[in-house]
């Protein structure tokens, strides 16, 4: 099993950039693909950006060329680093894993449902 842990969400005015983290802990020892969703209020959970175990990446149209994925193997700590921020990025953030193959674009699709959710850091951005 895995345990997620979300951290370094916060309030920034447009323009400005936040990096969240996400640290693993649990049975790392087998690779497994991950996430990041959001969730503004009203609004339903979208997917934001993932990697798979191979190490590829996706993104979701609206965060290209603004976020950037990276990942500490060492650590087992997804980060996700956030740039040129707006405030339709408001949201609370969450990061998710699963054991399974999944691909990195099916997952910011949202067509596979992820086992194991972080509780999630909320990002306020001002406009």
């Known amino acids: 099993q895995l345990q997620l842990v979300e951290s370094g969400g916060g309030s920034v005015q447009a323009g400005g950039s936040l990096r969240l983290s996400c640290e693993v802990y649990g049975y790392t020892y087998e690779s497994y693909s991950m996430g990041w969703f959001r969730q503004a209020p009203g609004k339903e959970r979208e997917g934001v950006a993932a990697?798979?175990?191979?190490?590829?990446?996706s993104y979701a149209d609206s965060v290209k060329g603004r976020f950037t994925l990276s990942k500490d193997n060492v650590k087992n700590t997804l980060y996700l680093q956030m740039n040129s921020l707006k405030p339709e990025d408001t949201a609370m953030y969450y990061c998710a894993a699963d054991y399974r193959a999944f691909r990195a674009p099916g997952i910011v699709a949202g067509r596979h449902s992820m086992d194991y959710w972080g509780k999630g850091t909320p990002v306020t951005i001002s406009a």
């Open positions: 990697i798979d175990s191979d190490g590829r990446t």
